[in-house]
């Protein structure tokens, strides 16, 4: 593999209570009752104006989503690092793609400003210097601008390139842009591979490097 492109959410870190959490303060603030947290979670993939979006219910007036969304990104930003952590293996394994010059690169749909700092707060900076959120193309995954902007950046070929997810929005962006991807069990929405089966599936990002090592 020439360039590994990951899902940051469900797949780097394990972001899931923070994300509920600030969902919910969000809801607080506008005068709701808090949500169930695995309905929450269903939410979480497609961006934060959807995500707000969706936990603030079909019937909600723009004026709120937008309000709600502004709330939410401010709290968010002073609580993303309350309780997420990396998943266990996730350093290791990227020091081992990075100790063989493995080309990385993140690709979320999470606001790209959030997601370069929770990076660099991790200390992961080194191992990407490509990261590119829901905000940096006109269109989110799935849409495949983004792998293809990443293509064209490093000279990288669809065949050597895999996009790691967790659930079927990153599997249907690798699908859309034609590159191989592999789906991590331990994520957010695993149940999606059903729909959007990956071609190939891990349980550790350990198990992953020792799949492209050796």
Known sequence: MELL???LDGTLVDSKSDLINSVNATRGYMGLAILPH???????GRGALALIR????DEAPEADVERALEYFLGYYREHMLDET????GVT????????????MAILTNKPVGFSELMIQRLDLSGHFPRIYGGDSFDQKKPDPIGIVTLLGETGASKSGTLMVGDSSVDIRTARNAGVASCGVMYGFQPETFAVEPPDFTVETMGELADRILG
Do not use: N, Q, T, W
Not at 38 to 44: E, P, R
Not at 54 to 57: A, Q, R, V
Not at 85 to 88: A, D, G, I, Q
């Open 5 to 7: 492109i990951f899902d």
């Open 38 to 44: 695995d309905l929450v979670a269903s939410y979480v």
């Open 54 to 57: 969706s936990s603030m219910g």
């Open 85 to 88: 952590r990396l998943y266990p």
């Open 92 to 103: 290791e394994a990227l020091d081992r793609f990075h100790s063989v010059g493995k080309r």
